[in-house]
């Protein structure tokens, strides 16, 4: 089955300090992996994505995100947090062939400052 | 700078009654999504356009719920009637290609009292 799972569904940070939110997915063919940032009150933000290639993604807001095959993850990563990451992310799968995604459940990410 | 619309941005109207939402995707694009966000179901895809044509609406509930495309440049999406536990963000989505990158509407926060 396809499948998306974001095992955090809160996570609280210092500012400054580094941050990794876990994606691991379960799909049948080659990903085609997303990260969104959705601020409250807001729509989803494209952050980063990775089709194929290098498997170290960097996208906006100084994220990135490493694509390891044999362990079926995509996690993000930022080296340090600002209290304005404060927000919900979400991990998302699709692939060739088809428009549509599996989104993952959330992380809700919590800056203190 | 280019991004999906939606309108209205909130409504608040009475059980039985009659919504209708509106997206006009970003131009150029020819896949349009139609989402539902709760905090018990998270995000749930209720149907999507390529180049207007319906090809999934699984997720929506036929008795109540359609979603059109009557051109290009605008979806929309109607309850009626509609019914309480309706109430939800509902985003449209955007995208183009073969990776169909995905670019979010803000949202329309509907309330059925």
């Known amino acids: 089955a396809q499948s998306v799972t974001q095992p955090d569904i809160h996570i609280t940070v210092s500012e400054g300090a580094s941050l990794e939110l876990r994606c691991n997915y379960s799909y049948g063919a080659t990903p085609y992996l997303f990260w969104y940032v959705q601020s409250p009150g807001q729509g989803l933000q494209l952050l980063l994505k990775?089709?194929?290639?290098?498997?170290l993604v960097q996208g906006i807001k100084g994220f990135e995100a490493e694509f390891k095959r044999s362990q079926s993850s995509f996690n993000l990563r930022k080296p340090s947090v600002h209290w304005s990451d404060a927000a919900e992310y979400f991990c998302?799968?699709?692939?060739?062939?088809?428009?549509?995604?599996?989104f993952g459940t959330g992380t809700r990410l919590k800056v203190l400052a | 700078d280019a991004r999906v619309t939606q309108t209205p941005r909130h409504k608040v109207t009475e059980m039985g009654q009659e919504v209708t939402m509106r997206c006009q995707p970003i131009?150029?694009?020819?896949?349009v999504f139609w989402y539902r966000q709760t905090m018990m179901q998270g995000l749930e895809l209720l149907a999507y356009f390529r180049n207007r044509a319906p090809l999934d609406d699984s997720g929506m509930p036929k008795d109540r719920f359609s979603a059109e495309m009557p051109d290009a440049t605008l979806a929309t999406l109607k309850i009626q009637p509609s019914e309480p536990r309706d109430s939800a963000v509902y985003f449209c989505?955007?995208?183009?290609?073969?990776?169909?990158?995905?670019?979010f509407g803000p949202g329309t926060r509907l309330t059925v009292l």
């Open positions: 990775y089709f194929s290639g290098d498997t």
């Open positions: 131009l150029g694009h020819n896949t």
């Open positions: 989505a955007s995208g183009a290609g073969e990776r169909n990158e995905q670019f």
């Open positions: 998302a799968v699709g692939g060739i062939g088809t428009y549509k995604y599996i």
